[in-house]
Each structure stands twice: as C-alpha cells, then as structure tokens.
C-alpha cells in the first residue's frame, strides 16, 4: 500500500512538467481552462496537482479577467423555499402544513442564493455552518483575491442578533472572521476603500437602536472602533461614495418604522461624522431596499427605483449636492425590491443593474417560468434610456433577498 501511494505521489510529480492540457500548447491550454464556468473550478482542482496549483492562484483569476472571461455572480441572502424530504421536493406551504401538524412552527431559514447572470443560472451554496437570518453579505473585488463577507443578522433558533463574521475566499474557501463587538442586525453596512467594510446602526438584542459603528480590516481579520454617530439608526442604508461611509435614513428606538430624511457620512480621512438633511423623503419606506449607489460614466449616482405612487411622493431634492437618478419599476413590479450593480456593459455608457422583487408580478403567465420577480436593467446613462430584461426564476429562488451583492470571477 505504501509502495502505491509512492508511485502515486511520483506519478503526480512528473505531471507537475507535462503541459496543462495533453496535445496542446500551454497558452492555448489556459485559453481553455479560463473559459471553464466558476462552479466547476473546484472539480478542476481535483484533476491533477498542476491544474490545482493554477487555479489556487490568483493569476488564473487575474487571467479571467483581463480576457474577458469572466463571470457576473449575484450573491443573495435570501430565505429558502423547498426542503429535500425522503427524496422529495416540499415547497414552503407543505412544509407549512406538516410543521402546523407536529404544532411546531415552521423555522425561519435563510440561505445563499448565487445567480450567474453571465450563463443565466441558479444554485444555492450550502456553507458548513448555518446562515444567520437577514445577515449582510458585502464582496471585496480584486483581480485575484475577490472576497464575500457575511455579517451579522439574527441567530435561526434563537432570533437574536449575532455579531458573527464569515468569509470566503474565491481562491481559499470559507473561514470565521474575527467577530463585530456588538451583536447587531438591521445595520447600515458598505465596502470602503477596497479592503474595508464598516457598519453602523442596526439594533442589539432588546431591539435598542444603535449609534455605534466599526470598521472591519479583512485582510488584516481585524475590527476597529468608529466614533459614534449623532442619531440612533435602525434599519438604515449604507453605501459608499467617494471614498466616504454613509448613512442614510434609518429610525431611532421610540419612533420604529418613521423613517428620517437625514443621514450621516464618515470621512475615514478626518475620522469624524458630518450630518446631512433632505436625503430621503419616504418615512414609510426603507432606503435600503428600492436604491443602490454606483458610478455612472465618470461620477457617482445614487438610483432610487420607484413606481408611479412613489415618485408622486417625493417632495424635495438633495441638500448634498450629489446625483440622484430615479428608474420607473417595471409596471408588474409592486412594493419594495433588491438591487444592485452589475457594472458596465459593452462600452461605458451601458449600465447594468439586477432587480428582485418579492412579489409575484402580473408576468406569472410567463410559459416557461415557475415564478416572476427578477430583471436586468439595462441602462444608457448618456441620456437615461432603460431597457429592462426578465430573468427566468425557478421557484425555489424566488423569495425576496434581504441582501444583495456582485462579484466579478
């Protein structure tokens, strides 16, 4: 047996010299594998120790994208809807059914949805740990070294915030980070800087608004404390914007569900908050949902996606003097969706941006579709033109995301 493992090992060696793909030139052969679809990498690994070493470094992805091979992935924490049951599909209102049976309610259970809007595709991540519930998921984007980080939400038996951290590394996989100081959910959260997140606000677990913020280094698995901001902010935004941490709206412990107008911004250059006024005029509606914050051309936008009774709403302009595009919804589109960036398109005017919705629209009639919700946009920011896509959604992905996120792989 150990003569076998020998000749094995050997064996491997000395195709450690041999060309990436047999018969081939090594710089076709990474024309080849570089073209090899994300989920699948993995497997690749398993081929031989001269793929594994590829793929394990950074350059492959760096290779990727520079040859414009590279995948869109749209990462979502998003609640599960069918459960594998002695080899059978359960949809969420058996599942419902039976619980109610065992006078059991139903657990809340949140997963990781991936959707490859590059190859139009679905899966669902199983990570070896469970998911907290309405966690935060943010990514780090780099050549080779990308990042997914999830923060945060409400521990799934026992509904309270956790300041749990995960991590996982394109290349690596997943590992625990180094936890928040403060259990909190429903925070404001944004990547700054490129290796930094920080978060703000949310609430603890006697549902207490907070002001506290931090700063995750995840290079370094480090967290850092950030002066506190002037207003308690639950349920707020976050986003990032030249280079600066801001909050946006939110509500405070004895006024829950009244969202405010104002926000606040962290300049990591002076390590202080600044308070603005007129940010966001909806006190019934969040603006983590229904906005996203991107770069348009050569400057910043904030997108607000509206339907028509919303924008009869809006009652004041920015006092910041910042960009603000409103995008009229799809007209089956009802009631608050996820959002965000998927870069831009063919040349630098085309913008793309990826919807959900939690609703099942008026398109259900759809022949070839299970649900209804999801859309790209497609945007011409020269002159404003939209052209919005369906996306097809099995019904197993189509609950409504509490977080969205991209990675370009």
């Known amino acids: 047996m150990e003569a076998e493992k020998k000749h094995q090992q050997q064996q491997e060696e000395q195709g450690e010299n041999k060309c990436l793909i047999p018969g081939l030139p090594d710089d076709i052969g990474m024309e080849c594998l570089i073209r090899v679809p994300h989920e699948f990498h993995s497997n690749m690994k398993s081929v031989c120790l001269k793929w594994q070493y590829l793929i394990s470094d950074p350059s492959f992805y760096h290779q990727r994208l520079r040859s414009n091979t590279a995948e869109h992935l ?11 049951d002695d080899d059978d599909v359960i949809n969420s209102s058996q599942k419902k059914q ?5 006078n059991t309610p139903p657990p809340l259970q949140y997963g990781l949805t991936i959707y490859n809007a590059t190859y139009q595709t679905w899966q669902r991540m199983i990570p070896n740990f469970e998911i907290p519930i309405f966690c935060q998921c943010v990514t780090l984007q780099s050549c ?6 999830l923060l945060g939400g409400w521990d799934p038996k026992t509904l309270e915030p956790v300041s749990d951290v995960y991590v996982l590394d394109i290349i690596k996989g997943w590992r625990k980070g180094a936890s928040m100081s403060v259990a909190r959910s429903f925070f404001a959260c944004a990547v700054v800087g490129g290796t930094k ?22 290079d370094k698995d480090e967290w850092g404390v950030l002066p506190e901001m002037e207003e308690e902010r639950d349920e707020c935004m976050g986003m990032c914007w030249d280079d600066r941490f801001w909050v946006v709206s939110g509500y405070g412990t004895e006024t829950q569900g009244r969202f405010r107008s104002d926000g606040e911004c962290f300049d990591p250059a002076t ?10 005029p909806f006190q019934s509606l969040s603006p983590k949902y229904n906005t996203t914050s991107t770069r348009g051309g050569k400057q910043c936008e904030w997108l607000w ?4 009774e919303q924008q009869q709403q809006q009652q004041f302009e920015h006092e910041e003097e910042r960009r603000c595009s409103i995008v009229q919804l799809p007209n089956s589109v009802i009631g608050s969706v996820s959002v965000t960036t998927l870069g831009l398109g063919d040349h630098q005017c085309n913008q793309k941006v990826f919807l959900m919705s939690g609703n099942g629209s008026s398109l259900k009639k759809c022949n070839d579709c299970e649900s209804e919700g999801a859309f790209i946009l497609e945007r011409d920011t020269s002159n404003g033109n939209t052209k919005w ?20 792989i």
Not at 204 to 218: H, I, R
Not at 271 to 280: E, I, R, T
Not at 390 to 402: C, I, N
């Open 74 to 84: 749209v990462y979502q924490i998003q609640p599960t809807h069918v459960m594998i």
């Open 98 to 102: 039976k619980h109610t049976q065992h």
């Open 144 to 149: 080779g070294n990308s990042k997914l980080v």
């Open 197 to 218: 997140v920080y978060v703000a606000g949310g609430h603890e677990n006697q549902k207490n608004a907070l002001k506290s913020a931090q700063v995750y280094d995840v």
């Open 271 to 280: 390590a202080s908050w600044s308070k603005f006024h007129n940010l966001w």
């Open 305 to 308: 996606f509206l339907g028509n």
């Open 389 to 408: 896509h369906h996306v097809h959604t099995p019904l197993a992905f189509s609950g409504f995301p509490y977080s969205t996120c991209h990675l370009l």
